[in-house]
C-alpha cells in the first residue's frame, strides 16, 4: 500500500526557512516522479514543484521560484522541500503526492505516456508570521 | 498556462439524487485530467484520471467524460460521504500542473 508523509512544518517568522520532508513507502520511490502541492487556509490547491524520478530537471510555481528548492534522496525514500525567504503568502498545508503514467499512444513503435498525480499524504502544516 | 474553471462552485443535491460537476479548460488538455474529492480536515483522494478511468476503490456511481477542453464528473445515487468539494485538475504537458477552483457539493 502506498504511503506518504510529510513532517517538518511549523511556525516561522517572515524571511525564515523550514525544510519538509516527505518519507515514502510501499512503492519503488526512485521510479516515480514527485511533486510538492499546497493548500493555504479555505482556499484551493496550488501546484508547488517537481521532480522527476530522474532527478535530472526541477520545475516550480512561480510563486517559489528562486525560493524553494525540491530535492529527493531515493536511497532513504525521502523527498525534499528546502524553502528559504518564507512569505506570509506561504502559509499553507503542503502535501507531497506521487505520480503515475498512464500510456496515452504509440510513436514509432514506443509507448508515449502521461502522468497524473495519485496517493497523496496527509499534509504538514507551515504558518509564516509577519 | 492552462486555467481550469469549474462550474458551479457551489452544488446542493439531495441524498439519493444524482450531481453533474463542470470543468473547462483554457486550451485542450486531450484526456489529461484528473478529478479529486477533499472531505474537511483530509488530503485530496483521487477519484478519475485519464478523464474517465476509475482509481482503484472508487464506487461505479462516480464517472468522468469529457476530452479536450470540456470534462465532467457525475456522481450517481449521492451517499453522505459523497458531500465534500471536488476539484479538477490538468496534467496535459506537465508542469505546470493546474487545478481549477474547486465545487463545494452539499446536502439539500
Not at chain 1, 507531497?96 to 496515452?104: L, S, T
Not at chain 2, 485542450?28 to 478511468?53: E, F, H, K, M
Request: with cysteine; hydrophobic share 35%.
Amino acid at each position: 500500500q502506498v504511503q506518504l508523509a510529510e513532517t517538518g512544518g511549523g511556525v516561522v517568522q517572515s524571511g525564515g526557512s523550514l525544510r519538509l520532508s516527505c518519507t515514502a513507502s510501499g512503492f519503488t520511490f526512485s521510479n516515480y516522479g514527485m511533486h510538492w502541492v499546497r493548500q493555504a487556509p479555505g482556499k484551493g490547491l496550488e501546484w508547488v514543484a517537481f521532480m522527476p524520478s530522474n532527478e535530472d530537471n526541477k520545475y516550480y510555481a512561480d510563486s517559489v521560484k528562486g525560493r524553494f528548492t525540491i530535492s529527493r534522496d531515493n536511497s532513504k525514500h525521502t523527498l525534499f522541500l528546502q524553502m528559504n525567504s518564507l512569505r506570509t503568502e506561504d502559509t499553507a498545508v503542503y502535501f507531497c503526492v506521487n505520480e503515475k503514467p498512464i500510456p496515452i499512444k504509440m510513436v514509432r513503435g514506443v509507448v508515449q505516456y502521461s502522468y497524473y498525480m495519485d496517493v497523496w499524504g496527509n499534509g504538514t502544516a507551515v504558518t509564516v508570521s509577519s | 498556462e492552462i486555467v481550469l474553471t469549474q462550474s458551479p462552485a457551489t452544488l446542493t443535491v439531495s441524498p439519493g439524487d444524482r450531481a453533474t460537476l463542470s470543468c473547462r479548460a483554457s486550451h485542450s488538455v486531450s484526456t489529461n485530467l484528473a478529478w479529486y474529492q477533499q472531505r474537511p480536515g483530509q488530503a485530496p483522494r483521487l477519484l478519475i484520471y485519464g478523464a474517465s478511468i476509475r482509481a482503484t476503490g472508487i464506487p461505479d456511481r462516480f464517472s468522468g467524460s469529457g476530452s479536450g477542453t470540456d470534462f465532467t464528473l457525475t456522481i450517481n445515487i449521492l451517499q453522505s460521504e459523497d458531500f465534500a468539494v471536488y476539484y479538477c485538475q490538468q496534467y496535459n504537458n506537465r508542469p505546470p500542473i493546474t487545478f481549477g477552483q474547486g465545487t463545494r457539493l452539499e446536502i439539500k
